[in-house]
């Protein structure tokens, strides 16, 4: 086995969607995404990415408003 592949954590793909480019792959069998710093200030501290650990595609992402139909109006949906 070569030394690359034995100090392989995972790969990262370039994506890209309507809100920008992001990075996503697999670090040691985990999903991951990761999203450029927008905070970053040249010569701080402050990390260049974020890696956070991806949604599954069907995952709720929390609570939705309830949808309120008035008598006179037609369903949004």
Do not use: C, H
Request: hydrophobic letters at 30%; glycine letters at 8%.
């Amino acid at each position: 086995m070569s030394d690359d592949k034995r100090d392989e954590l995972g790969a990262l793909w370039e994506q890209t969607n309507s809100r920008g480019t992001y990075l996503s792959g697999t670090i040691n069998g985990v999903r991951v995404v990761a999203f450029k710093n927008d905070k970053k200030i040249a010569g701080d501290k402050q990390p260049v990415y974020r890696v956070l650990r991806a949604r599954a595609r069907d995952e709720d992402t929390g609570p939705r408003e309830p949808v309120q139909i008035l008598e006179d109006e037609e369903p949004p949906f």
